[in-house]
């Protein structure tokens, strides 16, 4: 079913032992201390987490600097490594730590996966972004990470704004589709989630659908909708703030606290809809998609999903981005992973093929009936430009939304 490219090295995999230490995906979930070991055949399972996006609740605040301590890894880089773009398996000593802000589903099929092509072990850390990203700070020179990923852009480019990045290979970032990557060039999209509307036809049609996600302050809207204080949802705050103007967009929050329903979690958005409770919600694409995969089939589904263009705000299409830790010890490992992860036969069919979430390389569709990415509208801009967070959040609050 994968076609993920596989070598000598491959047979390595065997003593794959992943030590995922808290689980998480979004929405804050409380961290618990769960130790799996797990090299299977194949890189595995369909996603099926309900949990919401995002949890950049928190704002990366600055930690204590402290002396490098020993690396988690007593092993050296082979001479004989290959380049940074390579993924040709070559045996290495080397246990890579990559903080994951992602499902802890897909996360898990991805490290596998790099451990089945390259023999290079992983142990892997799962919690929000945000949670994620203020312990790498607080770590400061003693940070265990050697590699971040996230599901959003906000907190990779917290990090890469705080100069914790080093440079990621030029042929890594080719890659993907370079509308996703920062202009920095310190992180790499692997993988994008599209803002999207889950409507339900019995409440409204899709033609009486609102244009713009703007227009949802407006009183015409009042007690239609839903939405969650997700990631992504401080993200599009964020992209307001860049585009509109910070007045312009705390009188959106307001208008979106007065008129719609905040149902936490886009899972439960994408319930309510789906049940009727709700005419409409703003969410991410692809929980519609494992929804439908749980039930059987799209056509399974009363409701559906709305895309919207034309560049709107409510079109964002966000990346997931992995950066490498100017403080790792396995600089060359590191780079491997994020070549590995943007690779069109390698971790791009894992996305593919493990997640409604889009994978980012050229000529990989994915497996789950999305809507194809360059049929989506979205608007242009900077994944890094939404890299503070903080005023999103203050104004999130000012709002009364949380
Ligand atoms: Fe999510």
């Known amino acids: ?16 032992c992943i030590l995922i230490v808290t689980a998480a995906c979004g929405d804050g979930a409380s961290p618990t201390a769960t130790v799996a070991t797990a090299p299977t055949a194949t890189a595995s399972a369909a996603a099926t987490s309900t949990s919401t996006s995002g949890g950049t609740a928190a704002t990366p605040t600055a930690g204590a600097e402290t002396p490098t301590t020993a690396p ?42 790099f451990t089945k092509a390259t023999g290079i ?34 907190q990779a480019g917290a990090l890469d704004g705080r100069g ?83 007045d312009a967009t705390l009188e959106w929050l307001k208008g979106i606290k007065a008129n719609g329903e905040n149902l936490q979690k886009n899972g439960a958005i994408r319930d309510a809809v789906e049940a009727g409770q709700i005419s409409f919600g703003l969410s991410n694409h692809y929980y519609w998609y494992i929804l439908a995969q749980q039930q059987g089939g799209q056509d399974k589904l009363k409701s559906k999903v709305h895309y919207m263009s034309g560049g ?14 100017k403080t790792s010890t396995h600089q060359a490992e590191a780079q491997r992973f994020l070549a590995w992860l943007t690779d069109a036969d390698g971790g791009q069919q894992v996305i593919a093929t493990t997640t409604p979430q889009y994978p980012l390389a050229p000529g990989v569709t994915s497996s789950m009936g999305l809507r194809p990415l360059d049929q989506l509208d979205p608007p242009a801009f900077d994944q890094g430009s939404l890299q503070d967070v903080s005023k999103a959040r203050d104004l999130i609050i000012e709002a009364g939304i949380v």
């Open 164 to 246: 914790l990045f080093e440079a990621v290979d030029p042929g890594t970032l080719a890659h993907v589709d370079g509308r996703f990557n920062p202009a920095s060039g310190n992180w790499v999209a692997y993988a994008a989630r599209s803002r999207v509307i889950f409507y339900n036809p019995d409440k409204i049609s899709e033609a009486e659908l609102p244009q713009s996600i703007l227009d949802l302050a407006n009183p015409e809207w009042k007690g239609k909708f839903a939405y969650a204080p997700s990631g992504a949802f401080t993200a599009t705050v964020t992209y307001l703030i860049n585009t509109i103007g910070e």
């Open 312 to 325: 709107d705000p409510g079109a964002l299409v966000l990346a997931s981005g992995a950066g490498i830790l």
């Open 1 to 16: 079913m994968l076609a993920i490219r596989r070598s000598s090295g491959a047979l390595l995999a065997l003593s794959l």
């Open 121 to 154: 072990k992983v142990e892997v850390r799962v919690g929000s972004d945000a949670e994620l990203a203020n312990q790498i700070i607080e770590e400061g020179d003693r940070a265990k990470a050697d590699v971040f990923i996230t599901e959003e852009p906000s």
């Open 72 to 113: 988690e890894s007593t092993a050296t880089v082979s001479a004989a490594a290959p380049t940074a773009t390579s993924t040709e398996a070559t045996p290495s000593d080397a246990t890579l730590t990559v903080y994951s802000g992602q499902h802890e589903s897909l996360t898990k099929a991805l490290a596998d996966g």
